[in-house]
């Protein structure tokens, strides 16, 4: 009976270990978030905010090597390499409880640093020879089927509605099942009626959230990991029967 528990262990902990070596979910995570966050950069002035996905891909990459020495070490029944093996994922743990406690600050962060920049930013539309911060607008407003910041009637304040003074809002505002619109304030039904501060402080958060979700699921593999490698590493120890199992001797 004592064999079976110590030999189940051993298959679970070889089992995490395979999980563990699976950590390229977290770099995709970790790209993922900076791919977004490039189409949105522009409304938020805070380069910290991606701190959390430069710590994920990092974690993600060092997993990945880790997961596989700890598979090895287990199957090996290495005594070195498990203890190893279990100090570097507690520290990778503490690594991965950070990550969650930045995304939750920043997260919180994120509606200031929209509220604050976005006025800005559409304050410099320019749709003539647009700029990048021009075109993440146009980008924004069609992705997020939005106009304006709080609705299509803030474009009556922006320097470009002034200048083009044909009462018109840009044509990413344009509902898009829609041919014939030519974003004229006279025809609102054409016209998304949305605001989109409140939809790019959503996704923006939407997407921190990604980042601490995986951050908290492989911290629980980490914690089921690191108890098998140390109840492993404990039977390796002080088991004779166990002992006895892995060099292919008999226990009488």
Known sequence: ????????????????????????????????????????????????????????????????????????????????????????????????????????????????????????????????????????????????RCCGIHNYSDWENTVWFKQTKNNSVPLSCCKATLSNCTGSLSRPMDLYSEGCEALVVKKLQEIMMYVIWAALAFAAIQLLGMLCACIVLCRRSRDPAYELLITGGTYA
């Open 1 to 144: 009976l004592a064999e079976g528990r110590a030999w189940c262990l051993k298959e679970l902990t070889v089992f995490l270990c395979v999980l563990q070596a699976a950590a390229g979910i977290l770099c995709y995570v970790g790209a993922y978030v900076f791919i977004t966050y490039d189409d949105y950069d522009h409304f938020f002035e805070d380069v910290y905010t991606l701190i959390p996905a430069v710590i994920i891909i990092a974690v993600g990459t060092l997993l990945f090597i880790i997961g596989l020495i700890g598979c090895c070490a287990t199957i090996r029944e290495s005594r070195c390499g498990l203890a190893t093996f279990v100090i570097i994922l507690l520290l990778v743990f503490i690594t991965e409880v950070v990550v969650v406690v930045l995304g939750y600050i920043y997260r919180a962060k994120v509606e200031d640093e929209v509220d604050h920049s976005i006025r800005k930013v559409y304050n410099g539309y320019n749709g003539t020879n647009p700029d990048a911060a021009s075109r993440a607008i146009d980008y924004v407003q069609r992705q997020l």
